[in-house]
């Protein structure tokens, strides 16, 4: 099993839609997680860190669930310009804090 | 202020070659990590430096290494290049200290293997 796991898809959905993502990490002690959005052939970009409340950025919403070990990503009402690769990144714990564990990435493209 | 700035930001190297790759973290930010992203794949861990210690390593042969400057830049070296050495290579500047573990990504050095 991957240490941190996600759905490649593709994720295709017409502007407008609500779409949702999963991550699940493999260590109960991971300390801290994030969302990273990448666009094609550029370095990814910090989105979202994920709080054990819950987290909101405008159309954006967090979520981690620690029982089932794994964290979400909610987007609501789609737009083009949402089009991108979204990594979800875990901090499994030990003593290197800079370390994120990165998933494969879930490819996202909102047609019109 | 200037993000995390890289160089080159593209080059090409045959197998058997070594490459340096270079790297300023944001100002202010003690803490470097590369990465390396193949197609298709999430980043993966190479190396963390604070303070110009290794604070660790990931699950590279030893033909990679790296270190860092009094003033918090960093190279990685990369020796005996493969053709599977071919990637993006990020760094990124860590921000604060505890497990926050916050990265910011530079723009990547594109290296391929021929």
């Known amino acids: 099993r991957k240490e941190v796991e996600q759905d490649p898809g593709p994720f295709n959905v017409p502007e407008g839609a609500t779409v949702a993502f999963n991550c699940t990490y493999s260590?109960?002690?991971?300390?801290?997680f994030f969302w990273y959005r990448q666009d094609c052939r550029k370095e990814p970009k910090l989105l979202m860190s994920?709080?054990?409340s819950g987290n909101e950025d405008g159309r954006f919403t967090a979520q981690l669930n620690r029982a089932s070990q794994y964290i979400s990503l909610l987007i609501r009402d789609s737009k083009l310009s949402d089009s991108a690769t979204y990594l979800c990144?875990?901090?499994?714990?030990?003593?290197?804090?800079?370390?994120?564990?990165f998933g494969q990435g879930t490819i996202l493209t909102v047609h019109p | 202020d200037a993000g995390v700035t890289q160089s080159p930001t593209h080059l090409i190297k045959t197998r058997g070659q070594h490459v340096t790759l270079r790297c300023s973290p944001i100002?202010?930010?003690?803490?470097v990590s590369w990465y390396q992203q193949v197609l298709g794949q999430g980043p993966q861990f190479i190396f963390q430096?604070?303070?110009?210690?290794?604070?660790g390593r990931g699950n590279f042969p030893d033909r990679f290494s790296a270190r860092q400057f009094p003033n918090y830049s960093s190279e990685l070296n990369v020796n005996a290049l493969l053709l599977g050495d071919s990637a993006l290579y990020l760094c990124?500047?860590?921000?604060?200290?505890?497990?926050?573990?916050?990265?910011?990504f530079g723009e990547g050095s594109r290296l391929t293997v021929l």
């Open positions: 990144a875990v901090n499994l714990g030990g003593t290197s804090y800079g370390k994120l564990t």
């Open positions: 260590n109960s002690a991971s300390q801290s």
């Open positions: 994920v709080y054990s």
């Open positions: 100002s202010g930010h003690k803490s």
């Open positions: 430096y604070y303070e110009k210690e290794e604070r």
């Open positions: 990124a500047s860590v921000r604060g200290q505890g497990l926050t573990g916050e990265l910011f």
